[in-house]
């Protein structure tokens, strides 16, 4: 199965996918560092939190006292870590102008700008690039390296970078690339949570008749 194969199977059995659940581009960046290492619904419970203190705003979350950021945070757990992060992002995109500042950047440099950010890793920097900044770039994560093992698409051994680099050369779009990174990456989140799971549930997976993989 090649990966148009697999995308365009997905998209058949769970339809426009339409990430990410966020109404500004800047929530967007707070969620990438809040949804590490805890389930979205967390998230959702501290975004809500700075929404009600109207604290959502780069200038305001950069000069928050610590303290009182945790609070606010707390739901998406491994809060104090988190709020440092949240705060040097928030001071790294000040000091590039914004949104407006990073337009003129190009993606391979902006990429590289953002992973100077403690705490922002490859897979932080990617959502960001892809779902706040619209740039083409495929998100990898655990769930895309799961079923694209189950589905012998490849080894398990490579890098991120290599797999990464692997989607975006295998995933040319006629149209439009942001769009079909975007739904591909969060069709495979929908899939590995419905069925291509730790312990799969293969009895209702869409893609068993094409899959090699055989649980234990």
């Known amino acids: 199965m090649t990966l148009h194969a697999l995308y365009e199977r997905l ?19 707070v969620g990438a560092i809040l949804t590490q290492n805890t389930a979205w619904t967390n998230v959702e419970k501290a ?19 610590p303290a009182l950021l945790v609070e606010w945070i707390r739901p998406s757990g491994y809060y104090n870590i988190k709020a440092r992060r949240l705060q040097n ?9 914004e949104e407006e500042g990073l337009r003129t950047i190009d993606t391979p440099v902006l990429r590289a700008q953002l992973l100077t950010v403690n705490g922002v890793g490859a897979e932080t920097a990617d959502s960001i690039l892809l779902y706040a900044l ?23 051994a490579e890098s991120y970078e290599e797999l990464r680099e692997l989607c975006e050369r295998s995933l040319v779009a006629s149209t439009d690339t942001v769009h079909l990174f975007s739904e591909y990456h969060a069709l495979i989140v929908t899939h590995a949570k ?23």
């Not at 992002?89 to 102008?97: Q, V």
């Not at 799971?197 to 649980?215: E, G, I, S």
């Open 194 to 216: 419905q069925a291509c799971r730790k312990r799969p549930m293969c009895q209702n997976c869409t893609l068993r008749l094409h899959c090699p993989y055989q649980p234990q």
């Open 47 to 65: 975004i809500a939190n700075l929404k009600r203190e109207q604290a959502l705003d780069a200038q305001i979350l950069a000069h928050t006292e």
């Open 134 to 156: 619209r740039r083409p770039v495929f998100v990898i994560d655990a769930y895309t390296r799961r079923l694209f093992s189950r589905l012998g698409l490849i080894d398990g």
């Open 11 to 29: 998209h058949a059995a769970y339809g426009a996918q339409c990430w990410w659940p966020a109404d500004t581009p800047f929530e967007v960046m």
């Open 89 to 97: 992002l928030c001071r790294w995109l000040l000091d590039a102008g």
